[in-house]
């Protein structure tokens, strides 16, 4: 192992970059959270989420006041542990052998999400994953996803003991909102197609490197590292 690659920060996205969930069971979620909290809500299925953090999305909702922020975010997330089982999550492509790749390689991983912290360690426990994060930046600490980098930076340097630099920071995710965010902290982005966004959507926004999946990362991690600017 190469103790010098402790010094770089991989950060992941959770929901379209590591798993996909099935059967629309956020949404129910959701809705059901809302109404347990008196929010009259008909239905939020037109509703984008991918790339939003929790905090936005929620304050987005008709009838959702800042003041009711808390108590939503904890129905959400009492519902989550309730209903969320390994059944309806799909692992993506190459991503077990990407992160057992990282993690024997010595890099220094957490995660950049919109979930709120409980949530997000829910699907990952049930996706057999959580293993790899200890540590991170979540959709409860800020609406703004922009600013969720430098908020995961310090994170990560409070759990491993060390500084990490936006150029030691490389951010893993499948939404445009992922690409501006790294490009607003000056981190490096990889995009990967295999959220809700194509290829060539995700193309647009011009990230680092595009993939259209994590599988066999020897094939392109390294060369990623060479070619830094
Ligand atoms: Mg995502």
Not at 90 to 118: A, R
Request: charged content about 25%.
């Amino acid at each position: 192992m190469n103790d010098s690659n402790r010094k770089l920060l991989l950060l992941f996205d959770i929901d379209g970059t590591l798993i996909r969930i099935k059967n629309n069971i956020i949404r129910r979620v959701i809705t059901d959270a809302l109404i347990s909290c008196g929010v009259e809500i008909p239905s939020i299925n037109r509703e984008r989420f991918a790339g939003r953090t929790d905090r936005d999305i929620f304050l987005s909702l008709p009838g959702v006041t800042p003041e009711m922020f808390s108590s939503v975010r904890q129905q959400y997330e009492l519902l989550i542990e309730d209903r969320l089982s390994s059944d309806d999550i799909e692992v993506l492509p190459g991503v077990h052998t990407v992160l057992s790749y990282f993690q024997q390689c010595g890099y220094s991983l957490g995660l950049i999400t919109g979930n709120c912290q409980n949530a997000a360690y829910c699907k990952l426990r049930e996706a057999g994953l959580n293993h790899y994060f200890q540590t991170g930046a979540f959709g409860d600490d800020h609406t703004d996803r922009n600013l969720l980098p430098a908020l995961a930076r310090k994170a990560a340097g409070e759990h491993f003991g060390r500084q990490f630099l936006p150029d030691q920071t490389v951010i893993i995710g499948d939404t445009p909102n992922d690409i501006r965010c790294a490009q607003f902290d000056k981190s490096r982005i990889i995009a990967v197609s295999t959220g809700t966004y194509s290829y060539s959507e995700l193309q647009r926004h011009k990230p680092d490197l595009l993939l259209s999946s994590l599988e066999d990362p020897e094939s392109w991690f390294d060369a990623f590292q060479r070619n830094r600017a």
